[in-house]
């Protein structure tokens, strides 16, 4: 069974950073890319990028540059995602995919930034 | 851009419902491949491949959802709605670099 499990819940303030980790199970690591999307409350979804677990190369959609990083470990089957100098926008769940198709979907982790 | 119609769609349980999506370029591939996907997102959970290639049903997708279309303008149906198909559809395209609809809500 293909699974992706992301890691818990973050409460963060304004400034801080968080790291988002999303563990892929059920299939070869390397032969998917990995996808991350944002929803922010009440909204719709939007493309953050991607990562190949093969070369660790990211790639960033125009609004995700800068503060937004994405790494794997394949040692461990592990996909990050990295946000710094957290706002209160960023205030969202965030979602890997699998694959350019986004066939299996994480079950989400939620991020909220306050002070 | 991908645009979704209608934002919301109000439907009785046991007759059709169909979502347009739009895009403002041709989602055919210079692989002769059209890649238009459409998700469904329930209440407080993750979203959920439905179509793939514009018609092609995911595994465990119930075959009353089919999906339509080629180059710019692409159709989800619903043969017959059902309670538990209430939530947001969204369509995504990976033709180019993906990007997402802006969803309809599907209420009864």
């Known amino acids: 069974q293909v699974l992706l499990v992301q890691s818990g819940s973050e409460l963060k303030r304004p400034g801080a950073s968080v790291n988002v980790s999303c563990g892929a199970s059920?299939?070869?690591?390397?032969?998917?890319?990995l996808n991350w999307v944002r929803q922010a409350p009440g909204q719709g979804l939007e493309w953050m990028g991607l990562?190949?677990?093969?070369?660790?190369?990211?790639f960033y959609a125009q609004d995700f540059t800068g503060r937004f990083v994405f790494s794997v470990d394949t040692s461990v089957g592990t996909a990050f995602l990295q946000i710094s100098s957290l706002k209160a926008a960023d205030t969202a769940v965030y979602y890997c995919?699998?694959?350019?198709?986004?066939?299996?979907w994480g079950q989400g982790t939620t991020v909220t930034v306050s002070s | 851009v991908l645009t979704q119609s209608p934002r919301t769609l109000a439907v009785t349980l046991g007759q059709p419902a169909s979502i347009s999506c739009r895009s403002s370029?041709?989602?055919?591939?210079?692989?002769?491949?059209?890649?238009l996907n459409w998700f469904q997102q329930r209440p407080g959970q993750p979203p959920r491949r439905l179509i793939y290639k514009v018609s092609a049903r995911d595994s465990g997708v119930p075959d009353r959802f089919s999906g339509s279309g080629s180059g710019t303008d692409f159709t989800l149906t619903i043969s017959r709605v059902e309670a538990e198909d209430v939530g947001i559809y969204y369509c995504m395209q990976d033709t180019h670099w993906p990007t997402f609809g802006g969803g309809t809500k599907v209420e009864i």
């Open positions: 990562v190949n677990p093969n070369t660790g190369n990211p």
């Open positions: 370029q041709t989602l055919l591939h210079s692989d002769g491949k059209t890649y």
């Open positions: 995919a699998r694959g350019s198709a986004l066939d299996v």
């Open positions: 059920g299939y070869p690591f390397s032969n998917f890319v």
